[in-house]
């Protein structure tokens, strides 16, 4: 990341610096194109990517969206064959399970329900357990609980080190040159309104392909499409609490499925979150506000499953780290990935709300597809799906919550 003067010339343009974008660059880079990924911001990997939770699952709702899901589990898993050592070692891999918690009886049908649903999609990784089988195994996440769903594949990363991870493994292909403070202003485009290059604040690079991988400011450069891209993007919230209760670095990913909100261990301490009603999508924000309640309003959310929480309420704000993004959704809350019909020359890979699991599938199929080794056709993520017929929401959990 220290080329200044920009190539006249490249084979692909890849516009954002997030998971995404260095996803797709790595796998452009190991197919033999070479790419140039413009980042806007003063470093690549500093809008969404880090302030997510980093976890992973593999339950969605549609076959599709599993195996994306499945092969991102697999490869942070085996992260040592993409990475070098010291970065899959930062990425810090953890799979402790997910854990889907009620202190509700009236909803233990529905959890139930719901894992029917999953196993009846290949996804046998997930067991009911009664409120002594929870307490014996979780005691600390899950003492306020009636019954839960332990999902064993769920587990995170650090979102913080994926974005480098990944522009490291992408320069090692001796393919990728990242640049960030370099904004593309707009694209270009020839005869037939096909991509001719980009317009950037440092000047003209011609390309015959390009790569939306802008997060929430996708549609800011599609000017030209009829309608924008069917996506929106939520403000969500992070908040670090100091916390070394006995148990803590063990726990699961935590979620009370009555009302969405959820918390991790992270080194010192646990974040929490959760999926507010209230909040509604926002035009892309360049910094997120974290509400003045966040914090007071997750824990007393959470308590109820998991009651240590409870006594945190008191830590000093000065103690407290919120964070705020915006993760993005689409009608089907699946990822757009792929050609946009209506401009020869142009792929994207956004629209993500759970862009960090997803991100090593979606990379390599955006990269296939752009190096014209995998049929359109083939592609379940087409931006253009939509014109097919009703959709269906696939991604979000069956249990309830957001995680
Ligand atoms: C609180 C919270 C919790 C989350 N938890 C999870 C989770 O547990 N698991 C999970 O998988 N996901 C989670 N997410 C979602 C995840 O963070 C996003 O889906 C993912 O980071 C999207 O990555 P991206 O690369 O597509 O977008 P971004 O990280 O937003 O990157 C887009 C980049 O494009 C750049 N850009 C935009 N326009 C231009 C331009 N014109 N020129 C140059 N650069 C441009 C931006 O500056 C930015 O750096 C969470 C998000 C939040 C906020």
Redesign the pocket.
């Known amino acids: 990341m220290h080329v200044v003067a920009l190539p006249d010339r490249i084979d692909v343009v890849v516009?954002?610096?997030?998971?995404?974008?260095?996803?797709t660059a790595y796998f452009l880079g190991r197919l033999g194109l070479d790419v140039l990924v413009?980042?806007?911001?003063d470093d690549?990997?500093?809008?969404?990517?880090?302030?997510?939770?980093?976890?992973?699952r593999t339950q969605f709702g549609s076959r599709a969206l599993i195996e994306l899901a499945t092969e991102?589990v697999d490869f942070y898993r085996s992260a040592t064959d993409h990475f070098d050592a010291a970065d899959a070692a930062a990425l810090d891999f953890r799979q402790p399970g997910y854990l889907y918690l009620t202190p509700e009886p009236d909803h233990v049908a529905r959890l139930a329900a719901a894992l029917d649903e999953y196993v009846a999609l290949g996804i046998s990784s997930s067991t009911l357990l009664d409120r002594d089988e929870l307490h014996d195994r979780f005691p600390l996440a899950a003492g306020g609980a009636v019954a839960g769903i332990h999902h064993a594949e769920g587990g995170?990363i650090d979102?913080a080190a994926v974005?480098g991870a990944f522009v490291r493994a992408a320069e090692a292909t001796g393919r990728a040159t990242f640049v960030a403070g370099?904004?593309?202003?707009a694209l270009l485009r020839g005869a037939g309104g096909a991509v001719t290059g980009v317009a950037?604040s440092g000047g003209v690079v011609a390309t015959d392909r390009v790569v939306d991988?802008?997060?929430?400011?996708?549609n800011?450069?599609l000017g030209a499409l009829p309608e924008p891209l069917p996506i929106t993007s939520t403000?969500?919230?992070?908040a670090f609490l100091p916390c070394d209760v006995d148990g803590l670095t063990d726990a699961p990913?935590t979620i009370n499925t009555a009302n969405g909100a959820y918390w991790r261990p992270v080194d010192g301490g646990l974040w929490i979150?959760h999926a507010n009603v209230a909040d509604r999508p926002r035009e892309p924000l360049?910094e997120?506000q974290v509400p003045g309640d966040f914090v007071v309003d997750t824990l007393a959310m959470l308590a109820p499953v998991s009651p240590f929480l409870a006594d945190l309420a008191g830590t000093p704000p000065s103690e407290v780290v919120a964070?705020?993004?915006?993760?993005?959704y689409t009608p089907d809350d699946a990822p757009l990935i792929g050609a946009v019909d209506e401009v020869p020359g142009l792929w994207v890979?956004?629209g993500?709300?759970?862009?960090?699991?997803?991100?090593p599938g979606s990379g390599r199929l955006t990269a296939e597809l752009v190096a014209g080794v995998r049929d359109e056709a083939d592609n379940p993520f087409r931006p253009g799906r939509f014109a097919d017929g009703p959709v269906e929401k696939s991604s979000t959990n069956k249990f309830g919550g957001w995680?």
């Open positions: 516009v954002g610096g997030g998971v995404s974008g260095a996803s413009l980042e806007r911001r690549v990997g500093t809008l969404t990517t880090p302030r997510s939770f980093g976890s992973l991102g995170w979102p974005t370099t904004a593309v202003t950037t991988c802008a997060g929430p400011f996708a800011e450069l403000p969500r919230y992070r990913f979150s360049h997120v964070v705020g993004g915006q993760p993005c890979d956004v993500h709300w759970a862009g960090v699991m997803l991100a995680g």
